[in-house]
């Protein structure tokens, strides 16, 4: 089956610096890339949507300055923590689909906890 | 927003007994999707249900779109141990929303 990997799984960084984390769509073409947080004991959040060679659209409340996010490839997302802080500290997680109307064939990344110290 | 009530949140069960659980929304879905989530993971899709009515298995799991497209209901028989994790229901429109999720734990 299609699969996304997503690096790193696990990543500590101090407080004001700024992390990035992969997703690669292996065996297929990911033309939209959801990107989810999820918090300890929560449901997943989406964050924005990214479809490839466009701009991302984030979901209100969600600061597109501090989450970057980009798709510059068919086989590659990447979303970037900017200034991170304590409160960002949460699981990410990449959902990679072949188009945006077909989502329901889209696949989950392993996920990327973040720890902000 | 869109909301989905899941429940219940967690069940403690002994390993062969069937589980049942389910979403509810005040929303009308055009698709439920059923996800099984291990600790430090991504989710991983288990069924999707695509019409009003509609009732699917996969292998012990069985799950049902409701006729209203406002809920759907997962079943797990005979349950095992690698069954333990969290499952989440997530309803579709345009957007995906996730409901919030059962954790199922086997009693030894």
């Known amino acids: 089956g299609a699969v996304v990997s997503q690096h790193p799984s696990w990543v500590i960084c101090k407080s004001g610096t700024s992390v990035k984390i992969e997703c690669r769509s292996l065996d297929f073409q990911a033309t939209t890339m959801f990107w989810y947080r999820q918090f300890p004991k929560q449901s997943l959040m989406l964050m924005a949507t990214s479809n490839e060679g466009s701009k991302a659209t984030y979901e209100q409340g969600v600061e597109k300055d501090k989450f970057l996010i980009n798709h510059a490839s068919l086989t590659l997302s990447t979303l970037t923590v900017t200034s991170a802080h304590p409160e960002d500290s949460s699981f990410y997680i990449c959902?990679?689909?072949?188009?945006?109307?077909?989502?329901?064939?889209?696949?989950f990344g392993q996920g990327t906890r973040l720890t902000v110290v | 927003g869109q909301q989905l009530n899941q429940s219940p949140q967690s069940m403690f069960i002994q390993e062969g007994e069937d589980v049942s659980m389910n979403c509810t929304s005040s929303?009308?879905?055009?698709?439920w999707l059923w996800y099984k989530q291990d600790p430090g993971e991504g989710p991983v899709l288990l069924i999707a249900l695509y019409k009003a009515g509609e009732l699917t298995s996969n292998g012990r799991l069985t799950a049902q779109f409701g006729i209203t497209r406002k809920d759907s209901f997962l079943n797990i028989s005979a349950s095992i141990p690698s069954d333990v994790g969290i499952y989440f229901c997530a309803g579709q429109v345009k957007k995906l929303t996730f409901g919030t999720g059962t954790r199922l734990t086997i009693i030894p």
């Open positions: 929303s009308i879905f055009n698709t």
């Open positions: 959902r990679g689909g072949r188009s945006p109307a077909l989502n329901t064939e889209a696949f």
